[in-house]
């Protein structure tokens, strides 16, 4: 009940207009509603005089018309923008800042994540329209936002553009943008200083709420059930919240069923890595705004040397302008093939979340029942290959294979790798699936590029 | 420390200590009673950070003196189910023996130094309160305030004393409870406060004796109740509380007055027949009757007719009947007093000049 829309805030004057015409002014229609927050609706005015004379002698009227038109006991108060008597402002919702000995007053943002800068492709093409449609109408259009993706891909850009944005657009409302160990720091602190109040109220009255990382809450049964309740509260006063993460809702390993369905309910949306057009376009963008020089075929070149993320694409830029600056010459594409010369040569070590990535891509199945308690045979099949998988191209031991896929015991890794070498020598069929797995993930990609 | 206490005494300051404790909290400690042997008497304390409770237990009889924290649940659990007249309490190394005639209990202890200060009563009240009148100004007040603590301004209730007077108010958003006291003595500024109302829960607890006059003291974030034994303190909500004054509607033009017994049963009839999710009971006046209708889809529907004297048009008006029924639970006499004004307008239960209730209608069409 914190909010009021347009139709009931239009009732509100139509309302006094009809009962109470005397005391009705012509400019009764430039005033503006800003809240309603504790059973008080804010309303705004332009000046002072304005604002005596309603709150002298039309705040029985309005109230009576609030209560009227929300069907609830409301009362009204009236400011003044830039409120310089100080006796009426909007409550300051961060009047307990100080609570969070190091928290600073503003948020921080890095000022270059901006939508300008922000280059868009396929890959992240639905991520960046969903943020955009967000910052133009918060807690109108998707809420909550969900975006997840790997490292380095520009989730973090995406969210504090979108800061950025209603920051200098509506300065009025109320933005709080933090990592999720910081909620959760601050409700350690305030759990420990008894200043659960504080925290509530710091946290269930901003406008917006985006929270970077979002996955970190797993394992924290008590954070998440204050997240939980600060999320409906907003969620139910058409705040808007974006989170970002680095999976989808449902792989977040023991996130609470009823927080993964709110996390769904919005707009969850992926950012992939970038295809090398975007590669390029990152780089043409980074390079003019530190104002090298790069020539198109050494943009190429970079671009096609490394495909993993926008970090990645930048520290290339630093390797090959520092070593063109050595030799005192232009950046051209021998000096760029030299200063890269080691980046792609070294084989990096294969990920065990990569295996499982292939496989269920492969099996067509879901991540976290792989990683599950569920022994489907549909599912235990997928999870001995990739047990199989991991035991042939990592060398992590059984026990830590058999807690990677679901807290299970090294027998059972031991097991599973005896049943599919078997299997792999009876079934031709088998044997090449494998062959095909292990060399997805030795390139590195859930998807068969070839 | 070794202690040989009175039972009863014992389990009723556990009972005190365990609704201060924190139920579910990362930090065990907060979980515990911290009980102090001093020279003779038995002190109990309690907190969740948030409230805090301090207990003196008289009756016993301290052979020696020390501390030990324990869980609280469990120590009440124990003590609840023992039969004897006293009880001795023993700490040896680390563990609290607790033995009585037939049974004997070593419970594991805590560290004592982590367990946080609670604040004591030092000093005059800035005014007090018989425990009669305590009770009235919570029972009056407490259920009206908003439940669940997502608008959490209003998840307490507000104190806000002028002068001689004290006014207590809750509100939930869809009603309004106020109740007036003067004060025979009061010291220090006027005050405006919210207390949480789990604090006025333990202070309704701590009512135990209706002879007990009770102090109270507002401090910059904090409040603190003492009566002889007990203290008992909490942090303030802090927030803005609605601007209740405004709330409360100053022209209503029709009256109603009705047996308050027979009131009460016509509105827990007429809301036999209504749904869960339209919780509304329509009520007719016309001169000296009033209809009570409740409607269920599903199941059907019933009316009772209750004499009244009703003075004003005839007026059709729907209202939860469980905001009735809490109202009529907590007004004193035979008679209730109801003002009204239109169908969206709020109602206001009366009685004299220290109590009123302003509940909202509930929209029929």
């Given at each position: 009940m914190t909010t009021l829309t347009t139709t009931e805030w239009s009732g509100i004057l139509n309302y006094v207009r009809q009962h109470h015409a005397n005391i009705t002014r012509h400019w009764f229609d430039q005033l503006r509603f800003i809240g309603l927050q504790h059973g008080t609706v804010d309303i705004r005015c332009a000046n002072l005089p304005q604002q005596r004379y309603l709150s002298e002698q039309c705040a029985r009227q309005f109230t009576e018309a609030a209560q009227v038109e929300t069907g609830q006991l409301v009362s009204v108060r009236f400011t003044v923008e830039d409120d310089s008597s100080g006796n009426q402002t909007v409550?300051?919702?961060?009047?307990?800042?100080?609570?969070?000995?190091?928290?600073?007053?503003?948020?921080?943002?890095n000022p270059e994540y901006t939508f300008d800068q922000f280059v868009t492709g396929p890959s992240n093409r639905l991520a960046h329209a969903a943020s955009v449609a967000v910052s133009d109408s918060p807690g109108e259009t998707y809420n909550p936002l969900f975006i997840h993706g790997s490292v380095g891909l520009g989730k973090t850009h995406l969210l504090q553009a979108v800061c950025h944005h209603i920051l200098s657009h509506r300065p009025t409302l109320n933005v709080l943008y933090l990592s999720c160990e910081s909620f959760i720091n601050h409700f350690l602190e305030a759990v420990e200083r008894g200043a659960l109040h504080q925290f509530r109220y710091r946290y269930r009255h901003v406008d917006l709420l985006v929270i970077d990382d979002i996955q970190f809450l797993a394992e924290r049964e008590r954070s998440q059930e204050e997240f939980f309740h600060t999320f409906n509260t907003l969620y139910q006063s058409r705040k808007q919240i974006i989170l970002s993460a680095d999976c989808p809702p449902r792989e977040i390993p023991s996130l609470e069923d009823r927080l993964v369905s709110r996390f769904n309910w919005g707009l969850v949306t992926r950012i992939d890595p970038p295809c090398l057009e975007t590669r390029m376009a990152i780089l043409r963008k980074k390079a003019r705004r530190r104002n090298l020089d790069f020539p198109e075929d050494v943009i190429r070149f970079?671009?096609?040397?490394?495909?993993s993320n926008a970090r990645e694409l930048e520290g290339a830029i630093n390797a090959v302008d520092v070593f063109s600056q050595q030799l005192g010459q232009p950046v051209d594409l021998s000096s760029a093939k030299e200063a890269l010369g080691d980046v792609s040569t070294v084989s990096r070590p294969i990920a065990i979340s990569l295996i499982l990535d292939v496989v269920a891509e492969h099996f067509n199945v879901k991540k976290s029942d792989i990683q599950g308690k569920r022994r489907h045979k549909s599912i235990a099949f997928p999870r001995q290959v990739a047990m199989y998988l991991t035991r042939e191209v990592t060398s992590h031991s059984l026990e830590e294979i058999g807690s990677f896929f679901g807290g299970r015991d090294h027998t059972t890794v031991l097991h599973a790798n005896r049943l599919i070498g078997r299997l792999r020598q009876e079934d031709n069929y088998l044997s090449a699936t494998l062959d095909q797995l292990k060399s997805r993930i030795s390139n590195g990609s859930p998807v068969d590029r070839g | 420390m070794k202690v040989n206490v009175v039972t009863s005494a014992l389990l009723e300051g556990l009972n005190l200590a365990a609704s201060a404790a924190a139920s579910r909290t990362p930090k065990p400690v907060l979980q515990g009673v911290l009980i102090t042997a001093q020279k003779d008497q038995l002190l109990l304390m309690a907190t969740d950070l948030e409230i805090g409770i301090r207990h003196q237990i008289r009756q016993a009889e301290v052979l020696s003196t020390g501390q030990v924290l324990v869980p609280v649940a469990k120590l009440l659990q124990i003590i609840r189910e023992c039969a004897d007249e006293t009880i001795v309490l023993e700490l040896v190394k680390n563990a609290l023996h607790i033995t009585g005639s037939d049974s004997h209990f070593q419970m594991f202890t805590g560290d004592a130094k982590d367990f946080p200060a609670i604040p004591e009563f030092e000093g005059q009240g800035d005014f007090e309160l018989t425990a009669e009148l305590l009770r009235s100004i919570i029972d009056r007040t407490l259920f009206a305030a908003a439940k669940e603590s997502t608008r959490y301004a209003i998840d307490g209730l507000l104190w806000d004393r002028k002068g001689q007077l004290l006014r207590v108010v809750a509100t939930d958003g869809r009603r309004l409870a106020v109740a007036t006291c003067p004060?025979?003595?009061?010291?220090?500024?006027?005050?405006?406060?919210i207390i949480p109302s789990k604090a006025m829960s333990l202070f309704q607890r701590v009512i135990t004796d209706p002879d007990v006059t009770f102090q109270v003291k507002f401090l910059s974030n904090q409040v603190l109740l003492h009566a002889t034994h007990t203290t008992v303190s909490s942090v303030l909500v802090e927030g803005h509380f609605p601007p209740?004054?405004?709330?409360?509607?100053?022209?209503?033009?029709?009256?109603?007055?009705?047996?308050?017994?027979?009131?009460?049963?016509?509105?827990?009839?007429a809301a036999l027949l209504t749904s869960d999710e339209s919780k509304a009971i329509r009520l007719s006046f016309t001169d000296q009757e009033v209809t009570m209708t409740g409607r269920s889809p599903e199941q059907g529907e019933g009316s009772v007719r209750v004499a009244v004297r009703y003075d004003g048009e005839p007026l059709e008006i729907g209202f939860n009947p469980q905001f009735l029924l809490d109202v009529m639970k907590v007004l004193g006499g035979d008679e209730v007093y109801w003002e009204l004004k239109e169908a969206n307008r709020p109602g206001i239960f009366r009685e004299g000049e220290n109590y009123l209730y302003v509940v909202m209608p509930v929209n029929l069409s």
């Open positions: 409550p300051a919702p961060d009047v307990d800042l100080p609570l969070f000995a190091n928290e600073p007053r503003q948020i921080l943002l970079i671009a096609t040397r490394i495909d | 004060l025979n003595r009061a010291a220090g500024p006027d005050a405006k406060v209740y004054e405004d709330v409360i509607p100053q022209d209503c033009n029709r009256h109603m007055h009705a047996n308050i017994a027979q009131f009460a049963s016509g509105v827990r009839r």
